[in-house]
């Protein structure tokens, strides 16, 4: 196995357009969780959510003629994707024919197209069939978002959508590093996007009450991991990709290198579509797999990035988890809920802890988990809850819990 580091990060967030922007408010613990825009939400019981500002311009990322067929997931990708290839000094539009087939994209999404979809039903069924897109049926496939990242930059290589739910873009990293790692290719561009904020993907969540609704009057408290008194998470979007590459090839370039996945680990509980097993014992296995690969004990582990959702159930099983993976230590480990700072951008949510840890990492600083005003008793780690805290991180976790009991974690370190 080939050693696989990361050069290159872009970030599309609720709380920061562009990667510094995003690192510096989730870093000072600024929310960007707000009354949703997207449309009139005053007939729900929900009304907040994490959107990416308004001042982000779709048109830069997208030809207004297509932007009528194409989802928002695919102008938040572009500008993510194409923020990670200027990081890590890399210039598509220059390279040769050659040199693109070596490129690979792995995009994880929950949702896809889905609120593209969405639209295309209203139009339909309020008499607008006219304005219905010729490209209904390949924008809606969700595989076809691959395509449009591979297609904007001219990216040859394979180009694949991972699709699991909450782990989606925990586990397209997962498959980049072992198609590095093996060899197949030297490069990827992986990550994760989501779109979500909709009416009827609203309503379906609603439907499982599982979404914050006390809030709505102060959204940027809303989002509340691991206090006793949350009331369910908070619904986002956005888009966090990065460039991987085997190690010796960025030393040859003289990359800059964030740092290396050096493990991976997945499992299924085959459970539940929606709810979590008490026992925590396989999202500890994930961990413990992703570590065992490392080469990593748990005691060398200073950072676990939380998967962190603000629900009642996966705060409480994932902090046993946690216990379970890193034993005694667990209550020495730092962590955080990155959740508490943007909402939940579904499918995207790995990447974006992923992106979040390594900024950490680079600067010796771990961001806060906020809004944990009542410490639930069940939840008793320590959630760095008091604002960033200076501390130098050589080796940390990612974790990522899903429906449909999946479970995947990635171990970063320090090159």
């Not at 600024?30 to 005053?42: A, Q, W």
């Not at 000094?89 to 070596?102: N, T």
């Not at 888009?239 to 590459?245: M, N, S």
């Not at 995207?348 to 009542?374: F, K």
């Amino acid at each position: 196995m080939r050693r696989v580091v990361i050069t290159g990060i872009g970030a599309v967030s609720p709380n920061g357009i562009g990667r510094e922007n995003f690192w510096k408010a989730t870093r000072d613990g600024v929310s960007g969780v707000r009354r949703i825009t997207r449309f009139d939400p005053s007939s729900f019981a929900v009304q907040v959510a994490g959107e990416v500002p308004s001042e982000f311009d779709e048109n830069s990322w997208v030809e207004v003629k297509d932007r009528p067929h194409v989802s928002r997931a695919v102008p938040l990708a572009a500008a993510s994707v194409a923020e990670a290839m200027e990081d890590a000094g890399l210039d598509a539009h220059g390279m040769s024919r050659e040199e693109l087939r070596g490129i690979g994209v792995i995009v994880g999404s929950g949702g896809g197209s889905q609120e593209f979809t969405e639209e295309q039903y209203r139009l339909y069924y309020t008499g607008h069939q006219k304005q219905c897109s010729v490209y209904t049926i390949p924008t809606g496939t969700i595989g076809t978002l691959a395509s449009e990242v591979s297609m904007r930059f001219g990216f040859r290589g394979l180009s694949h959508i991972i699709s699991t739910g909450c782990t989606s873009s925990t586990d397209a990293l997962g498959y980049a590093f072992r198609h590095i790692g093996h060899g197949s290719l030297n490069v990827m561009v992986a990550g994760g996007v989501d779109a979500p904020i909709a009416p009827l993907i609203l309503r379906g969540f609603q439907l499982m009450r599982i979404m914050s609704t006390r809030w709505n009057h102060e959204p940027e408290r809303a989002s509340r991991p691991f206090s006793r008194d949350r009331d369910g998470f908070v619904i986002a979007e956005g888009a966090w990709f990065f460039v991987l590459e085997d190690l010796e090839r960025a030393r040859a370039r003289g990359a800059h290198i964030y740092g290396e996945i050096a493990g991976y680990g997945s499992t299924c509980e085959a459970y539940h579509r929606v709810r979590l097993e008490e026992c925590g014992e396989e999202p500890a296995r994930a961990m413990g797999m992703a570590l065992e690969e490392a080469g990593v004990a748990p005691e060398a582990v200073q950072y676990i990035n939380y998967h962190g959702t603000s629900t009642e159930l996966n705060d409480r099983i994932e902090t046993r988890a946690v216990k379970l993976a890193f034993n005694g230590h667990a209550y020495r480990l730092a962590g955080s809920s990155l959740k508490s700072l943007i909402g939940h951008p579904q499918g995207a949510c790995g990447a974006a802890g992923v992106a979040a840890t390594l900024l950490a990492m680079r600067d010796g600083v771990v961001p806060p988990t906020i809004n944990v005003d009542e410490p639930d008793p069940e939840c008793d780690l320590d959630y760095v809850t008091g604002g960033g805290r200076r501390m130098d991180v050589d080796c940390a976790v990612a974790n990522c819990i899903a429906f449909g009991s999946k479970n995947s974690a990635i171990v970063l370190r320090r090159v």
